[in-house]
């Protein structure tokens, strides 16, 4: 049986009388691929931010990599990689130069990110682009790149929040590849994103709306549960029952 590298119980954050995320409970198994979806305004990014640690919850327990999200959240922070949409690479450094950066960061040896660099740069094709800056690389490559930095140290856990956002679908299927590979490797993805044949990629997938868990099972469950032919239906159906906006 695979151990859960992500559990939580009734998790809730509030803003105020605002409640952005209401009692949420699930858990996630090693190396699976775990998509989380809503609707703007549904909560999925405030939950995430709180599985990450870097944003504590209002009531609720849960731990993530082992490590508690209240007392722990450093050290869930140093145990996770992390790859967003709109920031995750610098563009103003050469591509070797974001590499090394974030290795240190994630506290690698010199030898040890020397190494790898070469690896992974022979990998994504990119040898001669080692010197070129980020931001002369076309959108697709960077989140190539991105992706392969968020798992440079080789974490147990990496949250991709929305990660091929504006990528064309050619792009958008090599990262998909990527995304299996790691898998393969016992690396938990946990994914957000807007693209609906997306989800069907993933092992289980779970829809937020007014910032409670709605749904959560896989795609073939999910869509024999609401009579529906694919993942958008399914979430189409459950995203009219929203009451509030973002």
């Given at each position: 049986m695979k151990k859960k590298v992500i559990a939580v119980s009734g998790l809730t954050k509030r803003f105020g009388h605002f409640t952005a995320v209401d009692h949420i409970t699930f858990d996630v198994e090693e190396g699976e691929i775990f998509g989380f979806?809503?609707?703007?305004?549904?909560?999925?990014?405030?939950?995430?931010?709180?599985?990450?640690?870097?944003?504590?919850?209002?009531?609720?327990?849960?731990?993530?990599?082992?490590?508690?999200?209240?007392?722990?959240?450093?050290?869930?922070?140093?145990?996770?990689?992390?790859?967003?949409?709109?920031?995750?690479?610098?563009?103003?450094?050469?591509?070797?130069?974001?590499?090394?950066?974030?290795?240190?960061?994630?506290?690698?040896?010199?030898?040890?990110?020397?190494?790898?660099?070469?690896?992974?740069?022979?990998?994504?094709?990119?040898?001669e682009e080692r010197s070129t800056l980020v931001k002369y690389?076309?959108?697709?490559?960077?989140?190539?790149?991105?992706?392969?930095?968020?798992?440079?140290?080789?974490?147990?856990?990496?949250?991709?929040?929305?990660?091929?956002?504006?990528?064309?679908p050619a792009m958008r299927r090599q990262f998909w590849e990527m995304i299996y590979e790691a898998a393969d490797r016992g690396i938990t993805v946990f994914v957000t994103t807007h693209y609906m044949d997306e989800a069907e990629y993933c092992n289980r997938v779970s829809i937020m709306v007014d910032g409670r868990i709605d749904a959560l099972d896989t795609p073939g469950a999910l869509r024999s549960q609401y009579h529906a032919t694919s993942i958008d239906e399914v979430f189409r159906q459950l995203a009219r029952r929203a009451r509030r906006n973002e």
């Open positions: 979806l809503g609707a703007n305004g549904a909560g999925k990014t405030t939950a995430m931010q709180m599985l990450c640690g870097i944003s504590k919850p209002t009531s609720g327990s849960g731990t993530v990599a082992g490590f508690d999200i209240i007392r722990e959240n450093e050290q869930i922070k140093r145990n996770i990689g992390y790859m967003s949409q709109r920031f995750s690479l610098y563009e103003d450094l050469k591509v070797w130069e974001n590499i090394r950066l974030f290795g240190g960061i994630y506290g690698l040896s010199d030898k040890v990110i020397e190494r790898k660099t070469d690896e992974l740069l022979e990998r994504l094709d990119f040898r690389l076309p959108l697709g490559w960077k989140q190539k790149l991105a992706f392969s930095v968020a798992i440079f140290h080789d974490p147990g856990i990496v949250f991709l929040d929305e990660p091929t956002g504006g990528v064309d």
